[in-house]
């Protein structure tokens, strides 16, 4: 049974940082990796989403990537700004199953 | 635009009340997902369906229920069976690719009165 592990639990840090989130997943076979950003009572909103034949993609100053063969996934924001404080959860699509998520890292970014 | 519709933004039980969640799409997606969504505890998958008149029971299907007789729509009925309702419930969708994001809802969250 595919699980999904995000380390830390929450992260702090001062505006301006460039900082990484990670992911960390048991089973490789997987078709793709969906990373999501969850605002305090508000659903989640997609962010990202790698396909297993890619190793990265980009969006602004968001960049994740992928490695099946190590199980990880991270996510890179670059230059954090406050309004990046939020949630951000990923989850693993192994199929014609549903999606398995991480529980994810709350990100506090610091004026 | 398209997107996803959950309403009521907030709800109220009481004892031994069965009470109805809705979930609206025009995405003219295929597939559509009920989450729970407690303090700590991640996301849990209540029932998800693939193709109308179809649902499967998720991880926490006890004391829920759910229908998909239109393909834009997939209500969840949180029934008196459910002794600990109080959460955070988010429906989502995805397309007939396995290769689509998921889109979700706002949430609908749900207090014991």
């Known amino acids: 049974k595919q699980e999904v592990t995000q380390i830390p639990a929450a992260l702090s840090v001062p505006e301006g940082e460039n900082l990484v989130l990670n992911c960390s997943f048991t089973d490789s076979a997987i078709y793709n990796l969906q990373w999501f950003r969850q605002d305090p009572g508000k659903g989640l909103t997609s962010l990202l989403l790698i396909q297993s034949s890619q190793r990265e993609q980009t969006s602004g100053r968001l960049n994740a990537s992928l490695d099946k063969s190590s199980g990880r996934s991270t996510l890179y924001i670059a230059a954090s700004q406050p309004g990046d404080s939020a949630t951000y959860l990923c989850?693993?699509?192994?199929?014609?199953?549903?999606?398995?998520f991480g529980k994810g890292t709350r990100l506090s970014v610091i004026a | 635009d398209g997107g996803i519709t959950q309403s009521p933004k907030y709800l109220f039980r009481k004892e031994g009340q069965n009470v109805t969640l809705s979930c609206e799409q025009n995405l003219n997606h295929d597939a559509m997902y009920w989450y729970r969504q407690d303090p700590g505890q991640g996301l849990r998958l209540i029932y998800y369906?693939?193709?109308?008149?179809?649902?499967q029971k998720g991880d926490i299907a006890e004391g829920y229920s759910v229908s998909r007789e239109k393909k834009e729509s997939f209500p969840l009925t949180v029934t008196s069976a459910q002794k600990n309702p109080t959460a955070f419930y988010l429906c989502?969708?995805?397309?007939?690719?396995?290769?689509?994001?998921?889109?979700f809802g706002d949430g609908t969250r749900l207090s014991i009165l």
């Open positions: 989850a693993l699509n192994s199929g014609n199953t549903p999606l398995v």
């Open positions: 369906s693939q193709i109308v008149n179809d649902f």
């Open positions: 989502a969708s995805r397309g007939d690719s396995f290769n689509q994001p998921q889109h």
